[in-house]
């Protein structure tokens, strides 16, 4: 636990000190979040390696509809059970996993990139860049996320890229309004009045001043936002203008398990959705405690 | 008064321009809607001959205004499938969305408001955390899926609840229930904090200072004072719910406005899918309009400092 090489008499603080810098950092971390996230990446990274099947090519010698293992018929080949193609759950599920990281991750990434550079841009340069913005951000703003998504994906044709572009043209403008109203006030700091009497040029002070101090704003509303990514990229898959198949999305696996769900084929209903659960879960828990970490004047909220 | 009302309603307007402009370009940017409609392996001349029939072949200013033109006639367009102008679909759903979401509004405040209520009431409880799993689950609880669940266990295994279809009052629970649940949660957050504000209050101190009965205390100063944003709220759900309902309402085969939009993007249907986002689009807009407003009027501050 402590390092050897902490001094025989030390304050407890010191002691604290003798660890590593990360392993500080992890012993700070949120347990419940951690231990659902980090096998999950783990799981998407080596999905390839860890995954007992090929997720698009049926099982050899599997039935179709297997239930999973520890029901009549099941078979500890397909522990979770097969779909209507005979091709193993798990081993969608585990390649499903990484799509959905994959666009929760890059899409909260454009939404938050380009949302925080609109809003810092509205916010600093005020004027009329500050009111065509905010009014382009109201106007995207009023349409109900899911169907300017609905929307975007019927035009832009469906395949993962153009999810994770849809989703951050339709989440962008939570930043930009959020990023603007602290920009604002930054504005009238001291530090940046200084910064622009001492000569710096507009994009230095931007740089230097504005984007270090919105950014503790920006990492909280993207780890909130995350989940809500993961819901809407599976409500696409669900509605067949997400990931198409046979590439492997909770979304559409969803959408496949429709059919049989009157036939009692639980697990093909199931499974995915538990896996979105927790997924969202735990971003939310990670978001949480996020914003609790870097926003002390959160805390009693 | 007057001003605020003018000024609120320009920004409405230049924000439905921006709206249909965004539309409007998204269409023509992203391919050319003819072929997006068309079959595959479609004749050339069967190409230019729809493009025309759609004005597609004239310059885009000429093609915006007579967008802008559809909006106000009211019309936005014919949909390529049922040959009927959108708006008269759109209409035609609109009881049926309005029916789904009223009592998915009446499931969200039932749930939402009390479990808010007795989370202020009594912060830091067992009741407080309870409230907070259920407020976490909301928003991790992905409303189809709940659907698709509830479906499962309520119409295939224990054989309650018709699966889907609209008809009398057991058609609407379960759709009621996976559309609510998530703005049930939405409304338990808001009515803890805005409980919480409320009985922190100095009308608060004076009426316990006074010597009334908590009960008293908590409903008849706190809570009527605390419902005002947590009904604001379950109003602008509702409009939400009216147009975004699409999932659901294709899960429980509910002849709504979401379907109708389901269905155009099933039958490459770009007008239908086109109308159909402008319409809920000004709906909201006209709808926040109409709430800042009431708002202005109840509070002078919003007005004034504007």
């Given amino acids: 636990m402590v390092s050897t090489t902490a001094p025989t008499v030390s304050p407890p603080v010191e002691a604290a000190r003798g660890l590593p810098r990360w392993l500080r950092l992890v012993r700070a971390w949120p347990l419940l979040p951690m231990l659902i996230l980090v096998p999950l990446i783990l799981v998407a990274l080596c999905a390839d390696v860890i995954a007992p099947y090929d997720p698009i090519q049926p099982v050899p010698g599997a039935k179709i509809y297997a239930p999973p293992f520890w029901m009549p018929g099941g078979s500890m ?20 996993a990484r799509v959905s990281l994959i666009v929760g991750v890059m899409g909260t990434l454009v939404a938050g990139s380009l949302g925080a550079a609109l809003g810092i841009l509205a916010g600093y340069l005020g004027g009329w860049v500050d009111q065509v913005i905010m009014r382009v951000t109201d106007a995207w703003l009023a349409l109900p996320a899911l169907v300017f998504a609905i929307f975007l994906a019927t035009m832009l044709g469906p395949s993962m890229w153009n999810i994770i572009i849809i989703l951050g043209l339709v989440y962008w403008t939570r930043y930009a309004r959020v990023i603007r109203g602290e920009v604002l006030s930054l504005r009238e700091r001291e530090f940046v009045k200084l910064a622009e009497i001492a000569g710096a040029r507009r994009w230095r002070v931007i740089r230097r001043h504005i984007l270090p101090n919105v950014l503790n704003t920006t990492m909280i509303l993207a780890s909130l936002t995350i989940g ?7 409500s696409l898959s669900f509605l067949g203008v997400g990931v198409p198949p046979p590439q492997p999305a909770w979304g559409s696996m969803l959408a496949e398990a429709r059919s049989t769900l009157m036939a009692g084929k639980w697990w093909l209903t199931v499974w995915p959705g538990l896996c979105i659960l927790l997924v969202v879960l735990a971003t939310q828990l990670f978001g949480d405690w996020l914003r609790v970490r870097l926003d002390p004047q959160l805390r009693n909220l | 008064m007057g001003q605020f009302i003018i000024r609120r309603t320009c920004y409405s307007i230049i924000t439905l321009f921006i709206l249909s402009l965004t539309i409007f370009t998204v269409v023509r940017l992203t391919g050319d809607p003819v072929t997006l409609m068309a079959e595959p392996g479609v004749r050339p001349e069967d190409l230019a001959r729809i493009r025309t029939q759609w004005g597609l072949d004239r310059p885009w200013p ?3 205004l007579s967008f802008v033109k559809n909006i106000f006639t009211g019309e936005l367009g014919k949909s390529f499938n049922y040959r009927m102008p959108v708006s008269e679909l759109y209409f035609q759903r609109l009881p049926n969305s309005l029916e789904l979401a009223f009592a998915a509004t009446l499931v969200s405040l039932l749930i939402g408001v009390p479990a808010g209520l007795i989370s202020a009431v009594r912060v830091n409880s067992w009741w407080d955390n309870l ?10 609880i992905p409303g189809f899926w709940l659907g698709l669940v509830l479906i499962l266990v309520f119409a295939v295994w224990l054989g309650w609840l018709p699966t889907s279809g609209q ?12 559309l609510g649940w998530y703005f049930a949660a939405a409304l338990l957050r808001l009515t803890r904090s805005s409980m919480l504000e409320v009985l922190r209050s100095e009308y608060i101190k004076l009426a316990r200072l006074k010597g009334l009965p908590e009960y008293v205390v908590i409903a008849m100063h706190g809570f009527k004072n605390a419902l005002v944003p947590v009904f604001t709220l379950a109003g602008i759900n509702l ?8 999932i ?14 389901f269905e155009g993007i099933f039958q490459r249907d770009f007008p239908l899918v086109q109308g159909v986002t402008v319409l809920a689009g000004i709906m909201i807009v006209v709808v926040n309009l109409i709430v800042d407003i009431l708002y202005a009027y109840i509070d002078p501050r919003i007005r004034l400092t504007k």
Avoid: C
Avoid at chain 1, 80 to 95: C, E, H, N, V
Avoid at chain 2, 172 to 177: E, G, K, R, S, Y
């Fill in chain 2, 248 to 261: 659901i309402e294709v899960i429980f085969a509910w002849p709504g406005i979401g379907r109708l939009l």
């Fill in chain 1, 228 to 234: 809500v990514v993961i819901i809407a990229e599976a």
């Fill in chain 2, 167 to 178: 008809g009398d009052w057991r058609h609407l629970i379960m759709p009621a229930v996976a």
């Fill in chain 2, 62 to 64: 000429v093609q915006y």
């Fill in chain 1, 77 to 96: 080949h397909a522990l979770l059970g097969t779909d209507f193609q005979g091709r193993d759950i798990l081993s969608r599920l585990l390649f499903g």
């Fill in chain 2, 131 to 140: 409230g907070k799993v259920v407020a976490l689950l909301g928003l991790a």
């Fill in chain 2, 239 to 246: 409009v939400v719910m009216v147009n975004a309902a699409v």
